[in-house]
C-alpha cells in the first residue's frame, strides 16, 4: 500500500499486521556497460592499494601497532581498499556477478605491472602467459551476447 509517498512493508520489516510507515527512497542504478567500467576502476584502485601497502610494509621497522596506524602509505593502501570495496558494492548491485567477478582478475595484471615499475621486480614467461590468459579470459567473458 502507497500512501503520499510511504511505502507500507510490514512484511519487510518483520511487523506483519503493524502499520509502520517506510518511506519511499529513490536510488541511483547503473547500466551494464557503467557496472562494468565500475569494477575496471575498482581494478586499477586496488591495485594502486597493494602497491601502496607493499611500500607501506617495506618501511615499517617492527610489527608495533602504532608504527602502522601513523605509517601514510600503508594507510592510504587500506584507505584506498575501502574505496575500491565501496565501489565494488556498488557496481554488483545492479551487475551480473558471473560477468563482473571476473573483470576483478585485472588486479593482477595491474600488480604485476606496478610492481616492475616501482618494485623493479622481474617477469618470467611463466607470469607473462598467466596475465594473457588473464586478459584473454575477461575478454571472452565480457563479450556480448548474440540476441
Known sequence: MAQSGIIWDR???GLAGVGTPVPETKSFHFSHR??????????LFGAAAQV?????????????????????????????YAV???????????????ILYPVISLTYVWVTILSLRFFHERVNAYKMLGIAIIVAGVAIIGRPEKR
Not at 557503467?34 to 581494478?43: D, G, K, P, R
Not at 601502496?52 to 602504532?66: C, D, F, M, T, W
Open 52 to 80: 601502496l601497502i607493499k611500500h607501506g610494509a617495506n618501511r615499517l621497522a617492527s610489527g608495533n601497532p602504532l608504527e602502522m596506524i601513523t605509517n601514510i602509505p600503508l594507510v592510504s593502501g587500506y584507505s584506498l
Open 11 to 13: 512484511a519487510r520489516l
Open 84 to 98: 575500491s570495496t565501496a565501489l565494488l558494492v556498488l557496481a554488483l548491485r545492479d551487475g551480473e556477478l558471473s
Open 34 to 43: 557503467q557496472s562494468v567500467a565500475l569494477v575496471f576502476l575498482c581494478t
